[in-house]
């Protein structure tokens, strides 16, 4: 009878160190999502702000030809509207250099670049 309460309390014990352990996973899974999600939101953020710089761009250069004015090739406007589209691509999480830096599965699709 002793012998057999021992047994139980051995496989009790079992069973708690397995659920144990698959509550740890579950929580490093869960931490693992909630990083991916981080990321997708600051990759989010990203393309917004640079969609956003994108068109402060379009409006000046809307507003000069509204002036009258031209952007030649070469010019001043021209280098700087030039600087202005690089820089901003490379904020833009798509179009840029910038990578996830999470390395999770399913950001893959900003990597086929």
Known sequence: ?????????EEERQREVKRQAIRAEEQRQAKEEEKRV???????????????????VAAWENELVADGEE??????????????????DQLDPI????????GATGACALNRR
Do not use: C, H, N, V
């Open 1 to 9: 009878m002793i012998r057999q309460a021992t047994i139980r309390r």
């Open 38 to 56: 981080d990321e997708l939101k600051r990759q989010a953020g990203a393309w917004f702000e640079a969609e956003r710089l994108r068109a402060f």
């Open 71 to 88: 952007i030649g090739l070469g010019s001043e406007a021209d280098g700087w509207r030039r600087w202005a589209t690089l820089a901003i």
């Open 95 to 102: 179009k840029g250099k910038r990578r996830p830096e999470s």
